[in-house]
């Protein structure tokens, strides 16, 4: 297997040019009005210590169980900014004492079942692509030790139901793989998140995943046909059935329950042929309030674009799509059945009525969604991993953050949101920055705010900075009347300012309720969602 980089994204061989590593250096210098930049090099896994792992192998589980150095580097945090600053910065306090990689269920319930008697924590780590706390293998004092569960053994689609248009599936099955799969049976799943690479199916359904789509099916929740968890207290399993309407859905508490309850192991998906036909184009608006009108006409139109896509003209500009005049409306529509250029000619319509200019593809053009500024938008979405990875290195705080509103608010939300955490940012960074908005999916009843800032700070200051901008937005969005989150979970870093005040008190109550039913020892990812009842959780977040 290629080797994981345990302090960015991808693989150990996926990294910057030097004129791209130049580029990013010309960037600071120019955008923060400095004299220097300093830049922390690429660690190695040799010359890193880890604390001795406080865990003995039992002999019965040798096989999954392993204390190897690079494992435990690579499951000791996710993807988010500081997981990676603190690895760059050579940080890892609280790694995990193991990392199991069972090859089949019942090697997954001896594992939970021992370290249940034994009082040590299980994380699940999907595929690790976390942004928000909800692998981190630091948990306190409370338990004896921590394991980092990994399903990549647990990898097939295991029965393809084409009648149904339905595939049972392991969890633990990476995207592309999952893809290629049904590719042979002329099928997809339809759901690409941006981690789509590096993360499964299993943490798409515990974190309620957002895929690429804009309208129609944009949460993996629209796929989930049943669910087979392992718990310490014996497997759930719903019953797979298109619809039911017998009694609250088992599912649900499933589906975004980010490992507190127990671990995934299948689950049983909703699937679609294969799309031929598509049609694509952009427009762009001088007015940003008629474009979001646009936008909002659009998504209540029922034509259901694959891709509704609003960048303001900063985020246009930043993404090479647009010289920052004009704010740009990326359009697309895709099908299995039949040509959808009239579908993309009335939304155009729409879009034309409020203001917005376009060239209409011709609708042979199969091509269209990668080329003008959608396809360069999309070319920059697909690397803005890689590059955030060189502006941590030099100590900016480069990252996003993201909500959900209803249409009476968007305008006034997204504005305000834009001014409060601009100030913000400079107040902590002591620099100007410039905050930018997309709108990444929408809803006949609303949109979802997506939005990205760049922050001064320098290696050694800025996990400070980034943790104090992350608790200022945490509260802009709640406070606004916006989600703490509309498709990134919740984890460790959106409680503190943020689900914590949007989450009500009963249904806190609910929540624990469940928990000390399917998890009665609190061993399952500890302070995410909520804190185990009886224990003392750590959370750097909020630690003085």
Not at 63 to 84: C, Q, V, W
Not at 163 to 172: F, K, L, N, P, T
Not at 389 to 409: L, P, S, Y
């Amino acid at each position: 297997m290629k080797l994981r980089k345990f302090w960015g994204w991808g693989y150990m061989d996926e990294v910057l040019t030097a004129q791209e590593e130049s580029s990013i250096e010309s960037r600071i210098l120019q955008n923060f009005n400095v004299d220097k930049v300093d830049t922390l090099a690429i660690p190695q896994a040799k010359d890193i210590e880890l604390p001795t792992s406080r865990i003995t192998i039992p002999a019965s589980l040798k096989t999954f169980l392993s204390d190897d150095t690079h494992e435990r580097l690579n499951h000791a945090y996710g993807k988010s900014f500081p997981d990676i600053a603190r690895a760059l910065l050579r940080e890892f306090p609280s790694p995990p004492d193991l990392v199991a990689f069972p090859d089949t269920e019942n090697d997954l319930k001896n594992i939970v079942d021992w370290a249940d008697e034994n009082c040590i924590a299980v994380i699940p780590y999907g595929g690790g692509s976390s942004v928000c706390g909800g692998v981190e293998t630091s948990v306190g004092e409370d338990y004896k030790g921590v394991i980092s569960l990994d399903l990549r053994n647990l990898n097939k689609v295991l029965e393809i139901d084409k009648d149904s248009r339905s595939a049972r599936i392991q969890a633990g099955i990476l995207g592309p793989d999952l893809e290629n799969t049904l590719r042979e049976h002329n099928l997809t799943m339809r759901h690409y998140p941006q981690s789509f690479e590096l993360s499964t199916l299993g943490g798409w359904i515990a974190t309620r995943s957002g895929g690429h789509f804009a309208t129609l099916y944009t949460h993996i929740d629209d796929f989930v046909q049943s669910t087979r968890m392992v718990t310490p207290s014996g497997i759930i399993e719903s019953r797979r059935l298109p619809g039911s309407g017998a009694g609250p859905s088992p599912d649900r508490f499933v589906i975004g329950s980010e490992g507190i309850l127990g671990v995934i192991t299948e689950a049983w998906m909703r699937l679609q042929d294969r799309p031929t036909f598509r049609a694509s184009t952009s427009v762009e608006f001088t007015d940003y309030k008629k474009a979001l009108n646009a936008t909002r006409l659009i998504s209540q139109s029922g034509l259901f674009p694959a891709n509704c896509r609003l960048l303001d003209s900063n985020e246009a500009m930043v993404n090479g799509a647009g010289d920052g005049s004009v704010h740009v409306l990326m359009l697309s529509f895709e099908s299995a059945d039949h040509d959808v250029q009239p579908w993309l000619e009335r939304a155009l319509e729409i879009a034309e009525s409020e203001g917005g200019e376009f060239n209409v593809p011709k609708s042979t053009d199969k091509e269209s969604h990668r080329k003008g500024s959608s396809g360069t938008w999309r070319n920059s979405f697909i690397k803005a991993p890689y590059f955030r990875e060189g502006f941590v290195r030099r100590g900016i705080v480069q990252d996003t953050f993201e909500t959900a509103i209803t249409w009476d608010k968007a305008y006034d939300f997204i504005e305000e949101a834009k001014k409060r955490s601009a100030q913000a940012i400079k107040e902590i960074s002591g620099k100007e920055a410039l905050v930018t908005c997309r709108i990444t999916h929408t809803y006949p009843d609303g949109l979802a705010p997506y939005f990205t800032y760049g922050a001064y700070a320098t290696p050694s200051t800025m996990l400070d900075v980034w943790k104090d901008i992350k608790l200022a937005t945490n509260e802009i969005c709640v406070s606004l009347g916006g989600t703490i989150t509309h498709h990134h979970a919740v984890g460790r870093d959106h409680r503190p300012n943020g689900y914590d005040q949007q989450r009500t008190e009963g249904f806190k109550n609910i929540l624990n309720s469940v928990k000390l039913t399917t998890d009665p020892n609190g061993i399952m990812n500890p302070g995410v969602l909520i804190d185990p009842h009886g224990k003392k959780i750590k959370n750097w977040m909020t630690a003085k």
